[in-house]
């Protein structure tokens, strides 16, 4: 059981470059999450997928797109980075159903544009 | 919007000494207050939540108090060691059914 997994650990692009994070968790969960975390500003929500087949905007949606491939999948990519694009990803899920629902971490991944 | 927001930024207590964040959001309609630690280059990780027909909960050392009137929500640390040493993240599940989350503590341990 290896919980909620995302890659890369670590990247480094140039502005323009386009990448695509993934995510995947066993566990069974309806709703999965992309965050961005700047020092100083706290987790952002960047999309959400309340259930599969379902995406919505979160807090800080410009610059990136998202699918929920399927239960267990959700990638986020950065068509055309930008270096305000720079920070740490985390990727969450959780049971939706549960009222509250603890959310769920991804180890996060580094990102970084030159 | 709805927002939360968190005090202190920083927070330094002597180990064994207790330690008290405070959480304040803005969405009366607001009914559950998780609180997550991050240690340093780690991932979040839920350590106590609240939902808004509880005043106060307990888990050994860590309680949260709940103070719907005012709007306001605290963790409390009691004992402190070296391993509570990390960054706290309050949050509160707004009205979308999204959490919105504080900006974080920084938690000093002195030995």
């Known amino acids: 059981n290896a919980g909620v997994t995302q890659t890369p650990k670590f990247q480094v692009l140039k502005t323009g470059q386009s990448m695509t994070l993934q995510c995947a968790q066993d566990?069974?969960?309806?709703?999965m999450y992309w965050y961005r975390q700047d020092p100083g500003m706290g987790l952002r929500l960047i999309y959400y997928?309340?259930?599969?087949?379902?995406?919505d905007k979160g807090e800080v949606p410009n610059g990136y797109n998202v699918s929920r491939l399927n239960k267990r999948e959700f990638s986020l990519r950065l068509e055309s980075a930008a270096p305000s694009q720079t920070s740490v990803y985390f990727c969450?899920?959780?049971?939706?159903?549960?009222?509250?629902?603890?959310?769920?971490f991804g180890e996060g991944s580094r990102l970084t544009v030159l | 919007g709805e927002n939360v927001e968190q005090h202190p930024s920083t927070l330094s207590v002597q180990e064994g000494d207790s330690a008290v964040i405070k959480c304040t959001y803005s969405d009366s309609a607001s009914n559950y207050f998780p609180w997550y630690k991050q240690e340093l280059g780690k991932r979040p990780q839920l350590i106590i939540d609240?939902?808004?027909n509880v005043g106060e909960k307990k888990d050994q050392r860590i309680a949260v108090t709940l103070n719907k009137t005012a709007k306001h929500f605290s963790l409390h640390i009691t004992e402190t060691q070296p391993e509570d040493s990390a960054v706290y993240f309050c949050?509160?599940?707004?009205?979308?059914?999204?959490?919105?989350w504080g900006a974080g503590t920084k938690l000093i341990i002195k030995p």
């Open positions: 969450a899920s959780s049971d939706a159903l549960v009222v509250g629902g603890e959310l769920f």
């Open positions: 566990m069974n969960h309806n709703s």
């Open positions: 997928s309340a259930s599969e087949g379902t995406t």
């Open positions: 609240i939902r808004s």
């Open positions: 949050a509160a599940k707004g009205s979308n059914y999204q959490l919105i």
